[in-house]
């Protein structure tokens, strides 16, 4: 088997993680495993495996014919079966099938905003389903949009998946006391809604002040960006609520923190929790796209509705006032995440399915 996975860029974000980590875990198990990087890379490129035959098109437009052929180009070189393309690089794995018809697209939908399905813009990736041998989604949402919106019928619904990365160095250094650092792993994206963050950390403050947050995910310089920051001076939470922008030291990181957070009024299925349960970390998430169906409430962690502040403030003060319970549900985590979103148990799935399209 012969599959190059391609993603628009490298930068830190959930799709392209799911990029590299299929592009690496399958050089250890298939004939050939390429990453194919169109637009931009960015700080994963350096978790690339030295096994995965990597290429950058320098994409400079929507059809740029170089960028186009140079994927045909080595497409046919490397004798490739499948392209997996994630998220809107379904477009460009289009585009070169239409000059290169043998070529097989399996288009892996990551849609973080599963919440909102019925305003999603569709014409475009209707059109092109035509061309998909089969198609990989992160949640039962986003499953049953594709059986009744595109017209390939193959969907396939796969976990997301982490795996360990021994060699990580330590370059970031979160503030705060030891101890009582909450940290919350998402882009600065608005369905991410660290707006949400912010009221807890305000109700916090008065409760117990010793305990900060730890904002790590790339800041787009927007308008949301610029609320974010306006609210955490406007609520006097410079010394309660820090912003990192991306980091790569990313298992690093969550080594340094206490509690793990995601205050998300909509996901697919967060890479930042199964990161989490990895790294035996106690949690509060909201319960959004796949995440209840990984998370047993009370069990292995603590879920809170959406844009629910007073809900989301109360189950972190029980996990803040008691250790033995927080020290619980990350063990309990961990063997979930061990069990269902290792990269080996997915992989296998991945190619059983693969086989049979």
Same mark, same amino acid.
């Given at each position: 088997?012969?599959? +190059?996975?391609?993603?628009?860029?490298?930068?830190?974000?959930?799709?392209?993680?799911?990029?590299? !980590?299929?592009?690496?875990?399958?050089?250890?198990?298939?004939?050939?495993?390429?990453?194919?990087?169109?637009?931009?890379?960015?700080?994963?490129?350096?978790?690339?495996?030295?096994?995965?035959?990597?290429?950058?098109?320098?994409?400079?437009?929507?059809?740029?014919?170089?960028?186009?052929?140079?994927?045909?180009?080595?497409?046919?070189?490397?004798?490739?079966?499948?392209?997996?393309?994630?998220?809107?690089?379904?477009?460009?794995?289009?585009?070169?099938?239409?000059?290169?018809?043998?070529?097989?697209?399996?288009?892996?939908?990551?849609?973080?905003?599963?919440?909102?399905?019925?305003?999603?813009?569709?014409?475009?990736?209707?059109?092109?389903?035509?061309?998909?041998?089969?198609?990989?989604?992160?949640?039962?949402?986003?499953?049953?949009?594709?059986?009744?919106?595109?017209?390939?019928?193959?969907?396939?619904?796969?976990? !997301?998946?982490?795996?360990?990365?021994?060699?990580?160095?330590? =370059?970031? +250094?979160?503030?705060?006391?030891?101890?009582?650092?909450?940290?919350?792993?998402?882009?600065?994206?608005?369905?991410?809604?660290?707006?949400?963050?912010?009221?807890?950390?305000?109700?916090?403050?008065?409760?117990?002040?010793?305990?900060?947050?730890?904002?790590?995910?790339?800041?787009?310089?927007?308008?949301?960006?610029?609320?974010?920051?306006?609210?955490?001076?406007?609520?006097?939470?410079?010394?309660?609520?820090?912003?990192?922008?991306?980091?790569?030291?990313?298992?690093?990181?969550?080594?340094?923190?206490?509690?793990?957070?995601?205050? =998300?009024?909509?996901?697919?299925?967060?890479?930042?929790?199964?990161?989490?349960?990895?790294?035996?970390?106690?949690?509060?998430?909201?319960?959004?796209?796949?995440?209840?169906?990984?998370?047993?409430?009370? +069990?292995?962690?603590?879920? +809170?509705?959406?844009?629910?502040?007073?809900?989301?403030?109360?189950?972190?003060?029980?996990?803040?006032?008691?250790?033995?319970?927080?020290?619980?549900?990350?063990?309990?985590?961990?063997?979930?995440?061990?069990?269902?979103?290792?990269?080996?148990?997915?992989? =296998?799935?991945?190619?059983?399915?693969?086989?049979?399209?």
């Amino acid at each position: 088997m012969r599959i +190059v996975q391609i993603i628009d860029s490298l930068e830190a974000g959930g799709a392209e993680r799911m990029a590299v !980590n299929y592009a690496n875990e399958l050089s250890a198990q298939i004939a050939f495993s390429g990453l194919v990087c169109s637009r931009a890379e960015g700080s994963l490129k350096e978790f690339i495996n030295p096994k995965v035959n990597f290429l950058f098109l320098e994409r400079k437009r929507t059809l740029d014919l170089k960028a186009i052929f140079r994927l045909r180009k080595f497409c046919i070189d490397n004798k490739i079966d499948f392209v997996h393309a994630h998220s809107s690089s379904y477009f460009l794995a289009t585009l070169v099938k239409l000059t290169y018809p043998k070529l097989k697209i399996v288009w892996h939908d990551h849609n973080g905003m599963s919440e909102f399905l019925n305003s999603r813009e569709s014409a475009m990736i209707k059109h092109a389903s035509r061309f998909f041998r089969g198609i990989i989604v992160v949640n039962n949402n986003l499953k049953m949009w594709a059986a009744s919106k595109l017209h390939c019928k193959e969907v396939l619904y796969l976990p !997301n998946f982490t795996a360990v990365d021994q060699n990580q160095e330590r =370059s970031t +250094v979160l503030h705060g006391s030891q101890g009582k650092r909450i940290l919350c792993l998402a882009n600065l994206r608005s369905q991410k809604n660290h707006l949400m963050l912010l009221q807890i950390a305000e109700k916090l403050q008065q409760t117990h002040p010793e305990w900060t947050f730890h904002l790590v995910g790339k800041d787009f310089q927007d308008d949301y960006s610029t609320e974010i920051k306006r609210q955490i001076s406007s609520l006097n939470l410079q010394q309660a609520v820090f912003l990192y922008d991306s980091r790569t030291d990313i298992s690093a990181i969550i080594s340094q923190a206490d509690i793990a957070i995601l205050t =998300s009024s909509s996901e697919g299925l967060p890479v930042a929790l199964l990161e989490y349960g990895l790294h035996q970390k106690p949690i509060v998430v909201t319960t959004v796209g796949e995440i209840p169906q990984i998370i047993t409430n009370g +069990v292995d962690g603590l879920m +809170v509705a959406p844009d629910d502040p007073n809900g989301f403030y109360n189950s972190l003060t029980t996990l803040i006032e008691n250790p033995d319970l927080r020290q619980k549900y990350a063990s309990a985590l961990k063997q979930t995440i061990m069990r269902n979103n290792f990269g080996s148990n997915v992989i =296998s799935q991945y190619l059983n399915w693969i086989d049979n399209l």
